[in-house]
């Protein structure tokens, strides 16, 4: 349920609209997810149920336009979506969604201006997160990841339990990855205006490809 209150500043009449939605589907529909948002902070989170929860909360300055939310299934995948109509600050806005602790197939995120956390318990044969300006943090369970950030840091904690690979590659910002249980790390990493920094020394496990790139900060492997 969203509700809207007004405020004056400086003359100017501001239309704050607080969001509190949440919608849910079985997860025993959905094989894969993807998430499209614009100025909208995303967290995944796992848990026991077998029910998909998504939440839309947060607070936005709405004077001059809306924001529209909305999850669909098609073809077992599940689609979330939010729409920014007009101009809306969607400073404080976030989408919280909770999944169950099984395999996708896929989890997919496109932002724009948006912060994405995936975090660890969640678990994907291929994860995609791409976002034109926040950071990125990787912590959940997966066989490929492709991040691409265009200006935000990328933190990607890998615990491999088979071969992992991953490319990341951000434009302005910082890229940290953190290997756990790692015998050997193939990496291919690079960066136009900052280090590259590996600290992975005498680590145990199994393999992981790593491709980094950064235009403008440092990479580090830990």
Request: hydrophobic share 40%; charged share 25%.
């Amino acid at each position: 349920m969203a509700k809207t209150s007004q405020k004056r500043t400086r003359g100017k009449v501001e239309a704050r609209k607080v969001f509190d939605e949440v919608q849910k589907c079985d997860a025993d529909f959905v094989e894969s997810i993807e998430v499209d948002v614009t100025k909208i902070d995303v967290r995944f989170h796992q848990w026991t149920s077998q029910i998909i929860t998504v939440k839309f909360w947060g607070e936005a300055d709405v004077t001059s336009g809306d924001v529209e939310f909305d999850t669909y299934i098609l073809r077992n995948r599940l689609y979330v979506v939010t729409n920014v109509k007009g101009i809306v600050k969607t400073s404080d806005l976030k989408l919280d969604i909770w999944l169950p602790g099984e395999i996708f197939s896929e989890i997919k995120v496109k932002g724009s201006s948006a912060k994405v956390e995936i975090n660890s318990g969640v678990a994907a044969r291929l994860i995609r997160v791409e976002t034109f300006s926040g950071n990125i943090v990787l912590s959940a369970i997966f066989i490929k990841a492709v991040v691409k950030s265009n200006a935000g840091n990328v933190n990607m904690y890998i615990n491999a339990q088979s071969r992992v690979d991953t490319q990341i590659s951000t434009l302005r910002g910082d890229i940290n990855i953190f290997p756990r249980n790692v015998r050997k790390v193939n990496l291919v990493a690079k960066s136009k205006y900052g280090e590259v920094l590996n600290k992975n020394r005498g680590q145990h496990g199994y393999i992981v490809s790593i491709k980094a790139t950064s235009t403008n900060g440092n990479i580090t492997v830990e």
